[in-house]
């Protein structure tokens, strides 16, 4: 299947002004997860929008910020789509350093700025419109779409995976069609058909009711020293994970994955460059890191804290250690065997005075190579961009993908291209180039002819 | 020898006030070695001091507070006895928790407030007044007395090895008596034989120049495990140093020793009730607690610090870690011994990422059972409180003994009775009893009897 470009371009010109208009308004509407702050307003604003469509909209509660869902196309299509986008935006903080107001669309020499205009409305909105642009130029929708958009990604979706799971028979799906993302600092798109998990888990152990003078150490326990212990369990000086059990649970990499990891373009030397840095981990060569980077479970200290740390020595045994680890997790590992396998490794080893608190995590997302849904990107990517995409076969950062594919069982595609290298998610001045905001368009009506028409 | 204890006695009765009246002079110079706030003139109000006495009196400068040195007595006396003691008090802090000035010497309900009352003010002026009334009631001094007054004891005394082992020569002596000391909470009089010594280090590892994205952690290196693999080198999870060659020098026991640290009485009990413990370290006896707690050397994590410490999760690859340790040695252990070692154990295994700073140490003191000092304080002790002391073979905590007793080859002992179980040193409200201030005149003298009239 294939659709009328030039009356889709057409289309997106004629009402140009409307559809930053309306870009302006989702802007315009705070909706920030951390705080809660205007994310009914922007649920409400977004199913809206969806109804205009001619979509059946939900507006799903949760115990944080409601879940939009809304389907739409053919109930009799022969493939159904899954979109995935979120609503809710960073905090604007540091606000001092933006140049525009955050929550204000303000157009400057061919870029749009403001907060989530890249981080995730220009994405979820351009792909609605995209599809208004379709029904009126092209007719019926060609594949059935379910659309879900939750308002929580930025505080790590703690309530999405329920929300699937209570609706799984609901969100069946051919493909999932991820969030969005961008072009990297060579130009090129950056797509991906899965992401690593997350665990993350704060290690505590007390010793004394006080810090002691340190003359007492040899009778009393140093809780510094219990963690330290535990921790070099965990991981040798090799940097090889030694948790019992924990690399049984990853999946291996056929020839075909390897080979699309050889394949990703990575600025070594500028990396190193910019991090200060003579060599990676262990001297390890620059393929030999990508491959690392992109495949491998991890478990990294991101803090840790005991005692007496400011200036000059003082001699005490400290009364607690804390330390907080992050396990990023590949398939087929999931945060609950990271969280489970690391009790029972300490326990078995003694550790049992070592507490471990649950602070957030998410299972790993990883698709077949060759799933439809890549297929209709990349041919997506060469009809918008003339480019074929750079293809992760994951990304070694983590987001909510495994509800909506993994733990569903759909192929999942990351894909769109709103964020250029200097788009500063996260940061003041989030911006994106306004001829990507139209051409994300575009890409979606591709993705969707594709996705009808490709063989299975 | 003896001496005439009526006369001596009644010499302190005539001049209750005088005595008093100096140590309120003594108490209202501030001297506070931390910020040298009138170190200068505290010296030379003890040099003065003491050329009442007839001594020959020195202030040598250092780099830091000058040590006053005084000699006097026979000079062909038979027996030559050094004394240390210091000038310098802890700082005032916190100032609003007084209830008296800190600086004025102030007497109520039977005891005296002020800083330095009990460290280490009054055991040096008792001494001295004891002195007086010696040569006032008794004539010639039985022994020849060098009189090592520092001015940098609550700073670790960075200057006086280096004072010492310049004028070793001038330093010879048949024993040392340390600055004083107290009742323990059974009111005991604890003297000891030594202590053990310290070196204290910071160690630090970098890694990128800037806190990372956790996600590069498998081709970065992390210096928080970094940090934790070296320590898990040092001491493995049973608590037993595997720092190489560290026990090697560790001098052993014999019986008469162990004999002593068995009969040390402690308060097991209500020091784990205190701390809030169930148990010693390994659920160690607490007879097995006492023998560690005084015979082993350690290896400490004071602190410990990298990357994100506060609320919730943040994923981040640190880009420094930090960690503080003291050693506390035994003989014959000694700074420089701990700090080459470490360096070396550290190399051994490719820790040279690495870096040892020195923040400062002090060699253990060791005497032998039995020497001229020690018998001449038990004596001594039983002449003035009809009472046995408590014997450490060493303390655990430390202090600059090193250098004037094991450096120069000389029996020290550790003795003295100002302090009670609530005097505060080092806290606001430092107080001694007015009673214990002039029972250390009669110790001081029944000392200098014994130790000039027992075999040797």
Known sequence: ????????????????????????????????????????????????????????????PTPGSPVVYAELGPRDAARTLMIYNHYDVQPEDPVELWETPPFEMVVKDGLIFGRGVADDKGELLSRIQAVEAWQQTQGELPVRIKWVVEGEEETGSPNLEAWVRAHAEMLRADGTLWEGGGYDEADRPMFGLGCKGIAYFELRCTGPNQDLHSSYA?????????????????????????????????????????????????????MRRRWGLDAWLNDMTDEAARRRYISEPTITICGIHSGYTGDGSKTVLPAEAMVKLDFRLVANLTPKIAQELLRQHLDRRGFTDISITWLGGEGPARSPVNSLPERAARAASLD?????????????????????????????????????????????NENILMRDYFDSMRFTAAFLAHFAALEA
Request: net charge negative; with cysteine.
């Open 218 to 270: 040899p009778m009393v326990k140093n809780p510094a020293w219990r963690l330290v212990w535990a921790l070099s369990t965990l991981k040798d000086a090799g940097d090889n994970i030694t948790l019992d059990g924990y690399l049984d649970h990853v999946a291996p990499l056929g020839d075909e994955e390897w080979a699309a990891i050889d394949a990703i373009p990575m600025e070594f030397e500028a």
């Open 1 to 60: 299947m294939s659709y009328q470009t030039d009356a889709f371009n057409a289309y997106l010109d004629e009402h140009r002004d409307r559809f930053l208009d309306e870009f302006g308004q989702f802007i315009g509407q705070p909706s920030v997860a951390a705080d809660a702050r205007g994310v009914q307003q922007m649920a409400e604003i977004v199913a809206q929008r969806f109804r205009r469509l001619g979509a059946d909209v939900t507006i799903y």
């Open 384 to 428: 918008t961009w003339q480019k074929e995409p750079v293809m992760y076969p994951w990304f070694a950062g983590s987001g909510p993908m495994y509800s909506l594919s993994t733990l569903l069982d759909i192929p999942v595609i990351f894909a769109g291209c709103t964020w250029h290298p200097n788009t500063r998610i996260h940061s003041p």
